[in-house]
Structures are given as C-alpha cells and as structure tokens.
C-alpha cells in the first residue's frame, strides 16, 4: 500500500508566478490536511479537505492561497503570484474515513519544498 | 483553545544516553497525544501515541506517558543511538481532526 504521495518534491518559482502542489492520499484515505513548515519551526495547519469540500481553511492565508481535493485526482494546493516569503516545505497528510475522532493518525507525505526567486 | 509547547532544541548526546524531551499541551475536551519523528529530507513519520490519560504510548525503545493532571506528554528513551538523530514533533488531536504541533527538537547523537 502505497503512502502519502506529494509532487514535486522541488519546486522553484520566481516571485509572481503560480506554485502548484499536488498530493495523492493513501488509498482508501479520504480526508486530506496541507501543512506549512517554514525554516526552524513546526508545522502551521492550513486547510483540511475532504472530497469535494473544504472542511475547516482557518490556516490559509486569505489571499493567493487556494486549495481543492476534486472526486477524482489529487488534491491540489496553489499559491498564486508567489512571493519570497512562501518559501517552505508543504506538507500534505491523509487519514482514514471513520468518522470524526481524536486518535485518528495521520499520515504524512514526502512534503514539497518551494523555493521562491 | 489547543495549543502544544515543547521543549528547545537542540539537544545534543552522546549515544546510549538517557533522552527526554519535555511537551505540554492545552486543549478543551479530551484530545489524543502524538509524537512523531522527522529525517532529514523526510516527512513526518509517526512514533508514538496515547488516546487517553494514562495511557503510554511506546515504540523503538521511546516512551511517553498521557499525564492529565499535569498536561504533559514528556517522550523519555532510556539509550539513544547515533541513528536516532532527528527533529521530534509533539502533536495534539482534538475532536475536529485538525492537529497542532509544537515547534519540533532537533536532536543529535553522537558516537
């Protein structure tokens, strides 16, 4: 079973351009959680996703930041006209559907590290 | 509100030596407790967990108790090895699924 897949691993853009990252949750995962982790600290939540809807975005910044996990395919987390200060590593995490519960482990992908010009 | 406060890094020891790494957490309600581990250019992995208090969580010779009376979740080994050398994240899960970290302890063993 494969785990948590996120690409790329790499991503560099120049100030003002589109960063799209994709992730692939486990199968048979169907809620999706994206995590920012910036230089010497933890990882901030930004948005938890399940299929077709946005359950809870109180960690994405207001603008330029958009997230989606469509019924089929990936989700995708896009930053639009990148600035130097989003230079991170996203975090993409996927766990099981059953149902609503605090001892729900997630699993974490790879990450993708943006480095913005 | 939820919120995980661990301890600074980083820590350095030489190896086989006594490890903690002291968390404490604030949450409403009854949340689950996590540590989890993080390599060099990987993501993050999980280590341990406690759903109630109480509750140990153990795994590759690491331990941490669930402590509800003082809102802790110290993670304890007894001897570290060069290859536990990592960053080590607390995490709290509270009934919204949503998971907060603390800022994570680097720590390195050495020979």
């Known amino acids: 079973n494969a785990g948590v897949m996120q690409n790329p691993r790499h991503l560099v853009r120049r100030r003002g351009q589109e960063a799209r990252l994709r992730c692939s949750p486990m199968k048979g995962h169907s809620h999706v959680y994206w995590y920012r982790q910036l230089p010497e600290e933890g990882l901030k939540f930004m948005v938890y996703?399940?299929?077709?809807?946005?359950?809870?975005e109180s960690g994405m910044p207001k603008e330029r930041f958009s997230a989606e996990f469509p019924k089929e395919g990936p989700s995708i987390l896009r930053i639009q006209q990148v600035v130097r200060g989003d230079s991170a590593a996203y975090f993409c995490?996927?766990?099981?559907?059953?149902?609503?519960?605090?001892?729900?482990?997630?699993?974490f992908g790879p990450g993708t590290r943006l480095t913005v010009l | 509100g939820n919120s995980v406060t661990q301890m600074e890094g980083p820590v350095t020891l030489s190896e086989e030596a006594f490890l903690t790494i002291n968390c404490t957490y604030t949450?409403?309600?009854?949340?689950?407790l996590f540590w989890y581990v993080q390599y060099p250019g990987e993501g993050l992995q999980l280590l341990l967990k406690a759903t109630k208090a109480d509750d140990k969580g153990s795994n590759k010779g690491f331990e941490a108790t669930y402590r509800k009376e003082t809102t802790s979740f110290h993670l304890e080994k007894g001897s570290v090895q060069v290859s536990d050398s990592a960053v080590y994240f607390c995490?709290?899960?509270?009934?919204?699924?949503?998971?907060?970290f603390g800022t994570g302890t680097s720590l390195t063993v050495i020979p």
């Open positions: 996703l399940q299929k077709e809807n946005i359950i809870d």
């Open positions: 995490a709290l899960s509270g009934s919204g699924n949503q998971f907060y």
């Open positions: 995490a996927s766990s099981p559907n059953v149902g609503t519960g605090a001892s729900n482990e997630q699993f």
């Open positions: 949450a409403t309600g009854y949340p689950s």
